[in-house]
T-cell receptor, first 114, second 115 residues
Framework: NAGVTQTPKFRILKIGQSMTLQCAQD?????MYWYRQDPGMGLKLIYY???????DKGEVPNGYNVSRSTTEDFPLRLELAAPSQTSVYFC?????????????FGPGTRLTVL | GESVGLHLPTLSVQEGDNSIINCAYS??????FIWYKQESGKGPQFIID?????DKRQGQRVTVLLNKTVKHLSLQIAATQPGDSAVYFC??????????????FGQGTILTVHP
């Protein structure tokens, strides 16, 4: 299994540009999550999904959108990039939403908005 | 609001020493506490977790202690190795209602192990 994969690894955007961060998992996990990590800080939840066709907001959803058309894929969309969205983005998945279920993280996408 | 935080942002130890990383939490209703290790340029990796009805749990070279009286969590690493150098995060999970596994992360502690 490849686990959780993310593309691209790095990206530089200009203010106002849009892009999609890709995330895929091959573990047949129902739950998927998007986090952002600012320098020297812990991760903050942006959006999550409990299954195909079902998504919901996390702690910091403003400026982002998600979709979940398949179990495997959970893309994160930035419509109008702003410098405040400069961060490292991590996708994660878990078999279920139970508290004891381990979340598996991807390697991250480092995004800079100039 | 509810938060998870760390007492020490950095910790330097010699190879072979034991390391203790601390974490304070404020949500007394949290059900699980989890420690993650994040190596440079990588995503967080699960180390160990502990349920709120336990006070100690041991893994391979790691022990997590939970003190609910003072809302304190610690991660002990025995015989620390250079490969243990990383940022360590504690996270909490409140399983009530529709939490759906949403984690609240602390700031992180940088552990540096000197050979």
């Amino acid at each position: 299994n490849a686990g959780v994969t993310q593309t691209p690894k790095f990206r530089i955007l200009k203010i106002g540009q849009s892009m999609t961060l890709q995330c895929a998992q091959d573990m047949n996990h129902n739950y998927m999550y998007w986090y952002r990590q600012d320098p020297g800080m812990g991760l903050k939840l942006i959006y999550y999904s409990v299954g195909a066709g079902i998504t919901d907001k996390g702690e910091v959803p403003n400026g982002y959108n998600v979709s979940r058309s398949t179990t495997e894929d959970f893309p994160l969309r930035l419509e109008l990039a702003a410098p405040s969205q400069t961060s490292v983005y991590f996708c994660a998945s878990s078999y279920s939403g139970a508290a004891h279920n381990e979340q598996f993280f991807g390697p991250g996408t480092r995004l800079t908005v100039l | 609001g509810e938060s998870v935080g760390l007492h020490l942002p950095t910790l330097s130890v010699q190879e072979g020493d034991n390391s203790i990383i601390n974490c304070a939490y404020s949500n007394s209703a949290s059900d699980y506490f989890i420690w993650y290790k994040q190596e440079s340029g990588k995503g967080p990796q699960f180390i160990i977790d502990i349920r709120s009805n336990m006070d100690k749990r041991q893994g391979q070279r790691v022990t997590v202690l939970l003190n609910k009286t003072v809302k304190h969590l610690s991660l002990q690493i025995a015989a620390t190795q250079p490969g243990d150098s990383a940022v360590y995060f504690c996270a909490e999970n409140y399983a009530g209602g529709t939490s759906y596994g949403k984690l609240t992360f602390g700031q992180g502690t940088i552990l540096t192990v000197h050979p």
